[in-house]
């Protein structure tokens, strides 16, 4: 949890997991940590909070597993992409990509 003073402003949970199957990315058994949610409070977001809270949990995990994942949603997927790829060095694997269809008359 990040905190300004004692008051909450972001925090970011996860938990270890190891993989079921092999892929292209990794092997069957893999540990990983599984970043479920990182959020910052709009009000103090671009102040580098969920960097600090990312850089913290890789550190705290890094002799225990082999790869930190997450999936994420968001309309901004260009800022998410910029802020996992350039700024915390993140690879991309994978998108689900959707194109509503108007239905024809």
């Known amino acids: 949890m990040a905190l300004e003073?004692?008051?909450?402003?972001?925090?970011?949970?996860?938990?270890?997991?190891v993989t079921e199957k092999t892929t292209s990315v990794y092997e069957a058994g893999t540990l990983f940590f599984e970043i479920e949610e990182l959020y910052i409070k709009p009000t103090?977001?671009?102040?580098?909070?969920?960097?600090?809270l990312f850089r913290y949990?890789?550190?705290e995990v890094s002799n225990d597993v082999e790869?930190?994942?997450?999936?994420?949603?968001?309309?901004?997927?260009?800022?998410?992409?910029h802020f996992y790829i350039d700024e915390l060095g993140m690879e991309f694997?994978?998108?689900r990509?959707?194109?509503?269809i108007e239905k024809a008359r």
Request: proline share 2%.
């Open 5 to 17: 003073g004692d008051t909450p402003v972001g925090y970011l949970f996860g938990h270890r997991e």
């Open 44 to 52: 103090y977001r671009s102040r580098g909070i969920g960097r600090e």
């Open 57 to 59: 949990v890789e550190k």
């Open 67 to 81: 790869l930190l994942m997450l999936g994420t949603a968001t309309k901004n997927f260009r800022a998410i992409l």
């Open 93 to 95: 694997w994978s998108a």
């Open 97 to 100: 990509l959707f194109k509503r």
